[in-house]
């Protein structure tokens, strides 16, 4: 629990950075998925490794995305008022 704010400020921090496209975590807390934009597999799994929570982290798979859309990536409604 006391690594926990370190590894959601880094999170952040790979956020900011649009290093890391999104960042999800299952209520449960037993499964996590997190876009990150890398040049491959290899680069990938360096950014993970450095995440504080690494050590505790199990079976970790990476797959390469053919797509990523989400209605986040959109551009923003026009208001016309």
Request: no cysteine; proline share 4%.
């Amino acid at each position: 629990m006391a690594i926990i704010p370190r590894h959601r400020a880094f999170i952040n921090q790979l956020l900011a950075e649009h290093v890391l496209e999104a960042y999800a975590i299952s209520a449960s807390r037993s499964r996590g998925w997190a876009i990150i934009t890398g040049d491959d597999e290899a680069a990938v799994r360096a950014i993970v490794e450095q995440f504080p929570l690494y050590h505790y982290l199990r079976n970790i798979e990476i797959d390469e995305l053919f797509i990523f859309d989400s209605a986040a990536s959109r551009f923003p409604h026009i208001s016309l008022n």
